[in-house]
């Protein structure tokens, strides 16, 4: 199961299927993601390296291997990314004799956005904004406020002595 969603990157299956492939496949994302040769074989004993074949014109063609692809194309897709890179979509179809629940579990795009990136990053820089509009508008006003009436004062001291001026 775990080399059809890395040879198709999304398969139907049930809830319960789903929840119990999904660690073991981001084990294995994490593993090519370090990439080295004893990965590799671990992977390899772990997967089995089973050929991707397509049908091209009615005649199968050999398009590489699982563990090929998954170090080739999955790993460097998730290199940013510190997990979660599979979700699971239910569906309302039924599965036909058993009536169990059915699920599309895929491997996520390289360009879906972290959760935390989507909910936490907005809601920080709002409050960075608050906070920093919060410090500088009484920052602003504490260092007018002793400006001002220096400001004033020689103005007042000034038009006192020209009125007085005026009036003799």
Do not use: C, W
Not at 48 to 59: K, T, W
Not at 76 to 101: A, F, K, M
Not at 134 to 148: M, N, Y
Request: charged content about 30%; aromatic content about 2%; hydrophobic content about 35%.
């Amino acid at each position: 199961m775990a080399q059809s969603l890395i040879e198709h990157e999304t398969i139907s299956t049930t809830v319960q299927k789903a929840k119990e492939i999904k660690p073991f496949v981001e084990r294995l994302i994490t593993l090519a993601k370090k990439g080295k040769l004893e990965h590799r074989r671990r992977a390899i004993s772990l997967l089995g390296n089973r050929s991707i074949i397509a049908y091209e014109d009615g005649e199968p063609v050999k398009k590489g291997t699982v563990v090929g692809k998954l170090f080739s194309e999955l790993a460097p897709r998730y290199l940013d990314r510190q997990g979660g890179y599979t979700r699971i979509v239910r569906l309302s179809l039924r599965r036909l004799g058993d009536n169990g629940e059915l699920v599309l579990l895929q491997l996520l795009g390289a360009d879906e956005p972290l959760k935390r990136e989507r909910r936490g990053a907005s809601k920080r820089r709002a409050r960075r904004r608050a906070k920093a509009a919060g410090q500088a508008a009484p920052a602003a006003t504490q260092a007018q406020t002793p400006e001002e009436p220096a400001a004033q004062a020689p103005e007042a001291a000034a038009e006192p002595a020209g009125e007085q001026e005026k009036q003799s």
